[in-house]
C-alpha cells in the first residue's frame, strides 16, 4: 500500500527556513513525478513544486520561485522542500503527492496518492 508521510514542519519566524521531507512506502516512488502542494486557512490547495521522476526538471509557483528548492532520493523514495526566506503568506498546510505520470503538472487532479499534510507557520 502506498504511504506519504510528510515531516519538518513547524513555526518559524518571516526570514527563516525550513526543510520538508516526504518519506513514501518502499517502492512508492518509481517513475512517478512527485509534487508539494499546500493549503492556507480557508483557501483552495495550491501548486508549489514538482519534480520529474529523473530529479532532472523541475516547476515551481511563481510565489516561491527563487525561495524554494524540491529535490528527490529515489533510492530513498523521498523528496524534500527547502524553503529559504519564509514569508507570513507560505503559513499552510504542506502536502506531497505523487503524480501519476513521470511528469509534474499543476492540476490537482493528475496525483493519485496524497500525504497526510504538515503545518508550516510563519510568523511576522
Known amino acids: 500500500q502506498v504511504q506519504l508521510v510528510e515531516s519538518g514542519g513547524g513555526v518559524v519566524q518571516a526570514g527563516e527556513s525550513l526543510r520538508l521531507s516526504c518519506a513514501g512506502s518502499?517502492?512508492?516512488?518509481?517513475?512517478?513525478?512527485m509534487s508539494w502542494f499546500r493549503q492556507g486557512s480557508g483557501k483552495e490547495r495550491e501548486f508549489v513544486t514538482g519534480?520529474?521522476?529523473?530529479?532532472?526538471?523541475?516547476q515551481y509557483a511563481d510565489s516561491v520561485k527563487g525561495r524554494f528548492t524540491i529535490t528527490r532520493d529515489n533510492s530513498r523514495d523521498t523528496v524534500y522542500l527547502q524553503m529559504n526566506n519564509l514569508k507570513p503568506e507560505d503559513t499552510a498546510i504542506y502536502y506531497c503527492?505523487?503524480?501519476?505520470?513521470?511528469?509534474?503538472?499543476?492540476?490537482?487532479?493528475?496525483?493519485?496518492?496524497w500525504g497526510q499534510g504538515t503545518q508550516v507557520t510563519v510568523s511576522s
Open positions: 519534480i520529474r521522476w529523473t530529479g532532472t526538471n523541475t
Open positions: 518502499i517502492g512508492t516512488f518509481g517513475d512517478h513525478a
Open positions: 503527492a505523487r503524480a501519476r505520470g513521470v511528469i509534474p503538472t499543476r492540476t490537482y487532479e493528475y496525483y493519485d496518492y
